[in-house]
Each structure stands twice: as C-alpha cells, then as structure tokens.
Nanobody, 121 residues
C-alpha cells in the first residue's frame, strides 16, 4: 500500500524559512509527478508547486520566487523549500503523488496526511 509521509511543518515568523519533505513508500510504483498543495481554513485545497518526472515544475503565482520544489527520484522524495514566508502562507500543506501502480499501472493520485505551517501576522 502506497504511503506518503510528510515532515517539516511548524511555526515560523514572517520572513522566515521552512523546508517540507515528503517520502513515498510501499509497493511497486512509478512516479509521474510529486508536489505540494495547501488548504486554508474554509477554503479548497490549492496547488502550491508540483514537479513531473521529466523535471517540469509548476508554481502557484503566490509562491513564485519564494518557494522551490525539488525531488529525488532514487529516494522517492519531494521537498519544498519555503522562504520569505508570509502570514497568508499559513495552512495545512499536503503532499501529492501521481503514481502508476500495479497490476495495470494506471495513474492514481495519493495524498499525505498533511502538515501544518503557521506564519503569525
């Protein structure tokens, strides 16, 4: 069973930095893409950043220039380096993996449990 384990959330002052990490494990699978989404209270989950196996990255306009996503294919991990954090970055951050899993290796989305990031105003 595929599992995504996130780490690195916490409380940081405005202007500070945090690094989130996500590791995929469990069974045989291939990775199409891995990324991060976040959810503010009372709002829908939104894309923060995602990176495909081919190396293409996509960032939300709100984090461009401040966040950097990176992946390690060998370790099956994806990290999100967050800098110049703002109060509006507060939310629960979820790791997402787009994987091909047996037996048919069809594409499926998997989600982590979420990690809280808090940037006080």
């Amino acid at each position: 069973q595929v599992e995504l384990v996130e780490s690195g959330g916490g409380l940081v002052q405005a202007g500070g930095s945090l690094r989130l990490s996500c590791a995929a494990s469990g069974g045989l699978f291939s990775i199409n893409a891995m990324g991060w989404y976040r959810q503010h209270p009372g709002k829908q989950r939104e894309l923060v950043a995602i990176v495909t196996t081919g190396g293409t990255t996509t960032y939300s306009d709100s984090v461009k220039g401040r966040f950097v996503i990176s992946r390690d294919d060998a370790k099956k991990t994806v990290d999100l380096q967050m800098s110049s954090l703002k109060p509006e970055d507060t939310g629960v951050y979820y790791c997402k993996a787009v994987l091909r899993t047996p037996p048919a290796f069809t594409i499926q989305d998997f989600w982590g449990q979420g990690t809280q990031v808090t940037v006080p105003s």
